[in-house]
């Protein structure tokens, strides 16, 4: 768009409509020079005294002629720079005003931009894959070993933006067995919608989502801890809960989010509340790996997490978990559904160059069901992680696991022990080699695993 410009040097009133890119110091000053040049001997201001007027020399012809020449050549150089770069872009312009770049610059650049089909705008398209090579014993009353190439998980993350307000995501879920080096399967892990909905008093960045969704816990837990790749977490692993299930829950912030500034010192944008997090949902309660639903009753889970000091240490957040409700399985001796129940407490601490966390449970059941009737169960687990201040692509990695899965029995407890390092190749890229043992009483010989797991990310 064309803008009249009053320029220094051209009598009063008399402007050039330059167009928006061409205003500009450099340009300016450029106008002014030859308006100066050529409007000071064809304007001059003195006037002819009474017996010289009409009475034009010759050389006062020719001066006026070399002025007119000169703007001419003037305005010739300065608006071919701006005659064509009808540059729209709000910030491609201030960049040109600024001297940053040039019209011409400026109008290549916005000449290559393309916009994307009204269907595109908003979806985003991702993958996480986790290929591991392990090699070691599985216990029992003798032991097996093994030696093998695994695609253990393979997930393509699909989430589009529908509306302000609405959001989709759908994952589906490429799964091997530990056991098996081919035969995959594909399976939906998450199907849901985000509908946003207002702030209502200290409960910020709010939202109702329905679907095939993340239960509470351990989405939460995996951010912090990071080494999903190497294994899953301390209950999953266990059996005891699941990470996705059916259902409808409402999930948000306490208090807005976390600065910029907080963020980069706890070093996870994940779960950014300024004073904590909350999840609560209603679920099938049997997981997202169930075919079939083998109850009527429904599971409540939430999850309660404060972050108490979040400008003093922002990386310190306690977390209460629950579940009450029926596990996807019938006691045996009396065909009722078994109780589930589960209580867990979460403390932990992150900075950008260490993690640690300190998780206890104790609960009746499991989301599948226990064997004949549900049994009493508790446990903990503990995690840390120290990253490498001078070189911080490298990370040392530990974890103890201890559970009890039946309280009415002796001598039945599983302990786990990993151990590893890490290595970030770029963004979320790793290269991961870690050390599992697992000692259950009940069995002869020990569970052990080196791994090597390579995660990748795009």
Not at 5 to 30: F, I
Not at 95 to 106: D, M, N, R, Y
Not at 111 to 139: C, H, M, N, W
Not at 224 to 232: A, D, E, L, V
């Amino acid at each position: 768009m064309n803008h009249p410009v009053e320029v220094p040097g051209c009598p009063k009133g008399l402007t050039l409509k330059l167009p928006a890119v061409s205003r500009g110091p450099l340009a300016r000053y450029a106008c002014s020079w030859f308006a100066k040049l050529a409007f000071g001997g064809l304007f001059p201001k003195e006037t002819l005294k009474p017996h010289q007027r009409g009475k034009k020399t010759k050389e006062d012809l020719e001066r006026m002629k070399r002025k007119l020449l000169a703007l001419m050549l003037g305005l010739g150089l300065i608006y071919p720079v701006a005659a064509g770069a009808e540059v729209k872009d709000a910030l491609l312009q201030k960049l040109v005003e600024k001297g940053t770049l040039s019209a011409q610059e400026a109008e290549a650049i916005e000449s290559r931009k393309v916009e994307l089909p009204a269907a595109l705008k908003g979806l985003s398209i991702g993958g996480v894959a986790f290929f591991d090579y392990s090699f070691g014993q599985t216990g029992g009353a003798t032991k097996t070993n093994y030696n093998r190439f695994t695609l253990q998980r393979g997930y393509l993350n699909v989430v589009d933006e529908v509306t302000p307000w609405l959001k989709v995501r759908i994952t589906p879920d490429i799964k091997s067995s530990s056991t098996a080096t081919g035969d995959y399967t594909v399976r939906m892990k998450y199907l849901y919608a985000d509908l946003s909905a207002q702030d209502f008093g200290p409960l910020t960045n709010n939202a109702l989502r329905v679907g095939l969704e993340h239960t509470p816990f351990l989405d939460f837990e995996e951010s912090m801890n990071g080494y999903r790749m190497q294994g899953s977490m301390f209950q999953d692993k266990r059996g005891l809960i699941t990470s996705s299930d059916p259902g409808v829950s409402v999930l948000g912030n306490f208090g807005g989010k976390l600065s910029r500034e907080q963020v980069d010192e706890v070093g996870n944008s994940s779960y950014s509340g300024r004073y904590g997090t909350y999840h609560i949902g209603l679920y099938n309660g049997g997981g997202y790996g169930s075919t079939t639903e083998n109850n009527q009753n429904k599971s409540v889970e939430g999850r309660l997490t404060v972050r108490p000091l979040p400008d003093m240490l922002p990386g310190l957040q306690l977390t209460y978990f629950g579940v009450s409700g029926k596990g996807d399985a019938n006691e045996s001796a009396t065909g009722r559904a078994q109780t589930w129940t589960n209580n867990t407490g979460l403390l932990s601490y992150q900075y950008k160059y260490l993690t640690a966390s300190a998780e206890y449970y104790a609960g009746k059941g499991s989301f599948g069901g226990d064997t004949t009737s549900a049994k009493e169960k508790n446990g903990y687990s503990l995690f840390g992680k120290f990253t490498v201040p001078m070189y911080d692509r490298v990370a040392l990695f530990v974890r103890y696991d201890t559970l009890d899965p039946n309280k009415d029995v002796s001598n039945d407890k599983i302990r786990t022990t990993i151990g590893g390092v890490s290595y970030k190749i770029h963004g979320n890229n790793y290269l991961v080699a870690a050390y599992e043992k697992t000692h259950d009483q009940t069995k002869t010989v020990d569970d052990k695993k080196g791994q090597v797991v390579l995660q990748l990310a795009f």
